[in-house]
């Protein structure tokens, strides 16, 4: 499956972002689809993930309460929706489809290019 995340941008803190995952080649519903993101100097890490049943969804800490994960399967597009942006939330955000579970940075099957994600005060 190719991925290709769209959707970032420069925002004010407190804001909110959708970031898009297309998908193209093969349905996301057959995979497991997480968001990850990597900060300047920092390694990337799992900020949201979500099963190809729909029924299993995990966040990280740091975005959980304020972040929701989803899936049009119409669109073949999976979605990352982050409230109440902070500075720390200032990254490279990527997409990526893998058929294990759980989830991890390491091993993903499949990564979409990532979009820039710039939170500022």
């Known amino acids: 499956v190719q991925l290709q995340a769209s959707g970032g941008g420069s925002v004010q803190a407190g804001g909110s972002l959708r970031l898009s995952c297309a998908a193209s080649g093969r349905a996301v519903s057959r995979y497991n689809m997480g968001w990850f993101r990597q900060a300047p100097g920092k390694e990337r890490e799992f900020v949201a993930a979500?099963?190809?049943?729909?029924?299993?969804?995990y966040y990280s800490a740091s975005v959980r309460g304020r972040s929701t994960i989803g899936r049009d399967n119409a669109k073949n597009t999976v979605y990352l929706e982050m409230n109440s942006l902070n500075h720390e939330d200032t990254a490279v955000y990527y997409c990526?489809?893998?058929?294990?579970?759980?989830?991890?940075?390491?091993?993903?099957?499949?990564w979409g290019k990532g979009t820039q994600v710039t939170v500022s005060s």
């Open positions: 979500l099963g190809w049943r729909g029924d299993r969804i």
């Open positions: 990526a489809a893998d058929t294990a579970w759980p989830l991890y940075a390491s091993r993903m099957d499949s």
